[in-house]
C-alpha cells in the first residue's frame, strides 16, 4: 500500500492512511455502513429499551472505535 491505492490499509479496524483521499474513502464506507445497519434495524418493531441497546452495541460501537484514533473529521 502507498499513497496511490484508493483505500487505506486496515489494521484491527483502524485505517492507516497516507494521504487525505484513502482517509475519505474510508470515511465514507463507514458511513455507508452504518446507514446500512441503521435501515435495517430501523424497520424491525422493538421496544426503546432493544433500540437503545441495537443502537449502543452495534451503531456507535464501530464510530467509537475509528474515532478514539482517528479524531473526529471536520
Not at 9 to 32: C, E, H, I, N, W
Not at 50 to 61: D, E, G, K, M
Request: proline share 7%; with cysteine.
Amino acid at each position: 500500500h502507498d499513497r496511490t491505492w484508493p483505500d487505506p490499509l486496515v489494521y484491527l479496524g483502524y485505517p492507516l492512511a497516507t494521504s487525505r483521499s484513502q482517509m475519505d474513502v474510508f470515511l465514507a464506507k463507514l458511513l455507508q455502513s452504518l446507514e446500512s445497519d441503521c435501515q435495517l434495524h430501523s424497520s424491525r418493531s422493538l421496544s426503546v429499551r432493544a433500540r437503545a441497546t441495537i443502537l449502543n452495541s452495534l451503531i456507535l460501537s464501530p464510530i467509537w472505535h475509528v474515532i478514539r484514533i482517528v479524531g473526529v473529521p471536520q
